[in-house]
């Protein structure tokens, strides 16, 4: 285990891992050359498994394909690069990576919104283990968590009231909140997260936010 993971199981306080699904080892040659060398290794390492009691997990990209396909197969970020679903949120957050520009966009479903950080020369100076290695490293509890109308943090009271999840479960809000009404504990339940996503992308706008890195250089 590398320094940028042992920070992230550590100090981020991500760890320990749970729920651990090995990883085929024809699934590791599959997507050799599409995703980071260091993923597949953190793979047969960990497996795909849940972070922080399962606020993040890390997945099977081929079981997220049509997620991402119904929030972003025709848009103009299909253009851009090839994408593929590396985690994923309690909440359904989709953290996705490009090939040729790293982690560069991610979709929050719950409110349809769309986070864009295209930084193609920074991701070819770093290089695709660097910039996943610094990905874990950064992440951040608080970043991952949705927040009620009263901005208080949802997950560990979603914990507790409706029980851990699992790989294929999500807390999602019912009704959708494109429908109506606020975020609130009382609303959320315990849902099969592709089918939930696939009926959020329909009843939901995206949204596409304004790209970080292109901010950051002014």
């Known amino acids: 285990m590398d320094n940028f993971f042992e920070n992230f ?5 991500f760890g320990p891992a749970s729920a651990r699904k090995d990883v085929p080892a024809e699934k590791i040659e599959k997507f050799r050359g599409q995703l980071p060398d260091k993923l597949l290794e953190y793979w047969q390492e960990h497996g795909w498994c849940a ?8 997945v099977d990209p081929d079981e997220w394909e049509d997620a991402l396909d119904s929030w972003i197969g025709d848009t103009k970020f299909m253009e851009l690069d090839s994408f593929h679903v ?3 949120t309690a909440f359904g957050e989709l953290i996705l990576w490009g ?3 790293g982690q560069s966009l991610k979709i929050v479903p719950a409110y349809g919104w769309a986070f864009p950080a295209f930084d193609a020369e920074t991701f070819a100076r770093r290089g695709a283990d660097k910039e996943l290695q610094l990905f874990f490293s950064s992440s951040s509890r608080d970043a991952y968590d949705l927040k009620d109308v009263n901005d208080q943090p949802l997950f560990a009271r979603a914990l507790v009231k409706l029980g851990p999840l699992e790989h294929d479960t999500m807390y999602g809000f019912v009704p959708a909140l494109a429908l109506g009404g ?6 959320l339940q315990k849902l099969k997260a592709q089918a939930h996503l696939d009926i959020l992308s329909q009843v939901t706008e995206l949204q596409v936010m304004a790209d970080v890195a292109q901010a950051a250089k002014g």
């Open 51 to 58: 972070y922080a009691k399962g606020l993040l997990w890390t």
């Open 9 to 13: 199981l550590g100090y981020k306080q």
């Open 182 to 187: 606020e975020a609130s504990l009382d609303r």
């Open 86 to 88: 590396i985690a994923r």
């Open 99 to 101: 090939k040729n520009t």
